[in-house]
């Protein structure tokens, strides 16, 4: 055991009791020994106290690279250090015993080693501190506390210099916040790769907070400047800011006034060249040329003559002729114009009668097109429910008449890399769903298109139907994952077959960089390419804590060669993108013009920023033996994932012994650690060696891996024991934790996991026309003409935008056609499963606006 004399040091003994207490002990040594902190005083040097020659300092642990601790005191019999309260082991330090030549005093020196680990263990403290203890038979010193802190440098610059075009003399700010770090960064500024002294030049300005000044801009001061951040754990760069010192055009002084010409007029002049405009600066403004009449003493005196006279004339006559020939233009171009009108009419003839008609079924399951005049019993109640012909197209006139029902026109994809036609017969939709032998031949038929070849052939995992101008919704049961395609999203007289797929992580691989991380499944939609007359809107699980003050987060979108590319920052949309995201709590609602392969990825700005985790615990459903193992599960916060978790977990035999969990995980590179406490240790034992588990900070953070758990083995000493009580901890070092009280049987509960753990959604997966919607086709058809007309006092779309919450998209609605339509598919997606159609009705009537009766009409009356 190492010798501790924290309580003498406390009660302040005497020499004589400590040297008593030394011998009595066994501690008193009478030569050096590399690992006794302990030794005798001459008796010239028994009244002295000791003093520290070197103190401890503070120290920075830089990766995983451990830090020293020295501590060199005079006189003294022993030294031992203390960290965090808690006395060194006496066989962790490393002892030197000299005499100084000085003062003939000896002089003992002792040195410890601190890993990260140690650093990382003190869980719940804000700073670790060592400090030395020295003693003699006079008494004791101790030294400064040293604090240890792990050194880190995060990639991300708070602020970063945004370049600018600056006029000559101009004072220029560029701003820089460095990235956090530990210990904090210094600042250097760079010009086009070359760093900026100050010193050798004043024209510059680094000021205390980092910003780069420019008093007074130089030609020369044009270039690419960065601002370079860098400790002793790594150098990070800025992204360079342009500067371009551009030079406006000056006049230079008016010239003298010219001499009096024959026109009885002089002038004078000036020219742009002090300075001349340069780099993009702007041209002089004003005249450069100036005339002013001669006073009649001036001008010089001519007689005209028959030179004159002919001048004149000719000049008349080319006036007169210009003047006809601009007659005759315009005759012929109003000529040109009657004739064209004239053709326009007639085309507006011809297509006269050429509109969409509408269809009724002549029987049971047989699709017929309808007479144009319906009976009158039937009013407009058919258009609520009756589905449309699939086997006619509606054309329109194009210079030529063809015949309205064209059988080469089924399933026409001429606008994209669509689909072969279906043979007849061969998919029968039945209440959204497709036969398992449909199934199967569908995904069989898109892996071997030439665009799905990564369409991997998970049946389960896929939704697919066929739509047309009517639209639909497709949804991947228990994923959270859904496309609702509104209606007229689908050019009228086109139909096409949409798929939906998640993919599986270890399918589709999406290269990130740095610290990018992944936030939402990997989700196709397609076949890409298709023509869409308005967005679709694709509704997935994210996993990040939903602030975009933390984050930067990127909607990436693979293209056809199978790259990813950037086609969104979240948070700076642009109504023109063909883009746009509706972020919510646990959900993201992407806008999209094209079908694709999209995923979300992340990058945090600072150490705020979170991921969620879903921490979920399963165990063996049967235990025939002594060993029982309980798995932790630490995945992202997302319904896909969970749904895969537990589908293994029911193949594996397992069982859900508590409910899930939420965990925020920071961007603090802290790993996750679990532990078990509590148990009683009559009964159980844990048959883990250490004190805990851990998971590394970038398996959790990248997102990649997605059934990241560890298992807790557990012995019990008798078969008959099966009660189980215990306290399981899991927390991040220096962040968040989630403890799960267990107590339970292992014996009585032998049931594989239920269906209600999986959230089972009973829904169909595919919908097409008006099934799909909660607001019937007419009567949101109705909505959109009185709400898109703006009105005076406000009651129009964009108060049903506030008082459904979504007042912060008002530019995006307010780009589109209808905006009101914009609104009901945003409203149909968030609400399918919860919505109450009834309090759409109530904000209409907040509104002010009569249709919120409809609402009320029972099915049949619609």
């Not at 970038?698 to 990649?704: A, C, F, L, Q, R």
């Amino acid at each position: 055991m190492p010798l501790l004399l924290g309580p003498f040091v406390r009660c302040r003994l005497s020499a004589t009791l400590l040297a008593l207490w030394l011998v009595l002990c066994g501690f008193t040594c009478t030569g050096g020994s590399e690992h006794a902190a302990t030794a005798t005083l001459p008796a010239a040097f028994s009244d002295l106290l000791p003093h520290f020659l070197v103190e401890p300092e503070d120290e920075y642990i830089v990766k995983n690279k451990p830090v020293t601790l020295t501590c060199r005191s005079t006189p003294a019999t022993q030294i031992y250090f203390k960290c965090n309260g808690e006395w060194v082991h006496q066989d962790d330090h490393l002892i030197e015993r000299t005499v100084d030549p000085a003062t003939a005093l000896p002089v003992m020196q002792v040195t410890i080693e601190i890993t990260r680990q140690q650093v990382e263990k003190i869980f719940g403290l804000d700073e670790y501190w060592c400090q030395c203890v020295a003693w003699s038979t006079t008494g004791t010193q101790k030294s400064q506390k040293a604090y240890i802190r792990i050194a880190y440098l995060r990639k991300n610059f708070e602020e970063e210099p945004q370049g600018k075009e600056v006029a000559l003399d101009q004072e220029v700010l560029l701003r820089c916040h460095p990235p956090e770090g530990v210990p904090q960064a210094e600042v250097e500024w760079q010009r086009n790769e070359d760093v900026i002294d100050p010193a050798s030049d004043p024209n510059f300005v680094i000021t205390p907070d980092h910003n780069l000044v420019i008093k007074k801009a130089r030609l020369a001061d044009t270039g690419n400047y960065t601002c370079v951040a860098k400790n002793i754990v790594a150098r990070r760069k800025s992204t360079s800011a342009a500067i371009l010192v551009y030079v406006d055009g000056g006049w230079s002084e008016w010239s003298k006034w010219s001499a009096c010409g024959a026109d009885c007029s002089m002038w004078r002049s000036r020219e742009c060249t002090q300075p001349s405009p340069g780099t993009g600066g702007k041209d002089c403004q004003g005249l450069d040329l100036q005339s002013l009449n001669c006073t009649s003493e001036q001008c010089p005196q001519t007689v005209s003559g028959a030179e004159d006279v002919a001048l004149y004339v000719g000049m008349v006559a080319v006036a007169l002729c210009l003047t006809l020939l601009l007659i005759v233009v315009v005759l012929v171009y109003r000529r040109k114009k009657e004739g064209l009108d004239a053709d326009v009419a007639d085309s507006s003839i011809l297509t006269t009668g050429f509109q969409p008609m509408g269809i009724k079924p002549s029987k049971p399951g047989v699709w017929a097109p309808r007479s144009r005049r319906a009976p009158p019993h039937s009013k407009n109640s058919h258009l609520l429910t009756i589905q449309p012909d699939l086997t006619t197209t509606t054309t329109s006139y194009q210079g030529t008449l063809r015949s309205r029902h064209d059988a080469t026109g089924k399933f026409s994809m001429t606008n994209g890399p669509l689909l072969d036609p279906l043979p007849n017969g061969s998919h029968t939709l039945h209440n959204g769903k497709l036969n398992s032998d449909a199934a199967a031949e569908f995904v069989s038929r898109l892996s071997t298109q030439s665009y799905f070849k990564t369409l991997p052939r998970d049946v389960a995992n896929t939704s697919y139907g066929t739509f047309n101008f009517l639209g639909g919704r497709l949804t991947i049961p228990n994923t959270g994952i859904s496309l609702l395609i509104p209606p007229e999203a689908i050019p009228r007289g086109k139909i096409y077959e949409i798929y939906l797929t998640v993919q599986r992580k270890e399918d589709l691989r999406l290269p990130m960089a740095g610290c990018q991380t992944l936030l939402s499944p990997i989700v196709s939609c397609g076949p890409p390419g298709v023509v869409l007359s308005r967005p679709v809107i694709l509704s997935m699980d994210h996993c990040f804590d939903a602030c975009l003050d933390n984050w930067a987060v990127r909607l990436k979108k693979q293209n056809y060669e199978g790259a990813w590319e950037d086609v969104l920052l979240m948070g700076e949309e642009l109504v023109s993108d063909p883009y746009y995201c509706q972020l919510e709590a646990e959900t993201c609602r992407l806008f999209s013009e094209q079908l694709g392969t999209f995923a979300l990825v992340g990058e945090s700005l600072h150490m705020g920023a979170a991921k969620r985790l879903r921490l979920v615990l399963f165990s063996d459903a049967y235990c025939s033996t002594l060993e029982y193992n309980i798995r932790v599960y630490c995945m992202d916060d997302t319904q896909d994932v969970f749904k895969e978790v537990m589908q293994m977990e029911r193949q594996l035999g397992g069982r859900l012994i508590d409910e899930p969990h939420v965990l925020l995980f920071k961007d603090s590179y802290h790993n996750l650690r679990l532990s078990i406490h509590d148990m009683p240790q009559a009964h159980w034992r844990s048959k883990l060696l250490a004190g805990y588990q851990e998971i590394p900070f970038y398996h959790i953070w990248n997102g990649s891996q997605r059934y990241l758990h560890c298992t807790f083995t557990l012995e019990r000493l008798s078969l008959s024991t099966c009660e189980l009580t215990c306290q399981l901890c899991v927390w991040q070092v220096e962040g968040e934790g989630q403890s799960f009280s267990l107590d339970f049987n292992i014996a009585k509960d032998t049931r594989a996991l239920d269906s209600e753990f999986l959230l089972m959604d009973s829904n169909a997966t595919a919908l097409a026309g008006p099934s799909a919607f909660q607001i019937p086709y007419l009567i949101r058809q109705k909505i959109c003409s009185s709400l898109d007309a703006p009105c005076p006092n406000g009651a129009d779309w964009r108060m049903l935008a506030q008082r459904l919450k979504l007042e912060r998209h008002m530019s995006f609605f307010a780009s589109k056609a209808s905006p009101t339509s914009v609104i009901l598919d945003l409203w149909e997606a968030q609400h399918f499963h919860s919505g109450n159609i009834n309090q759409l009705a109530t904000v209409m009537a907040d509104i002010g606006k009569q249709e919120a009766m409809i609402f009320l009409v029972s099915d049949g009356e619609c």
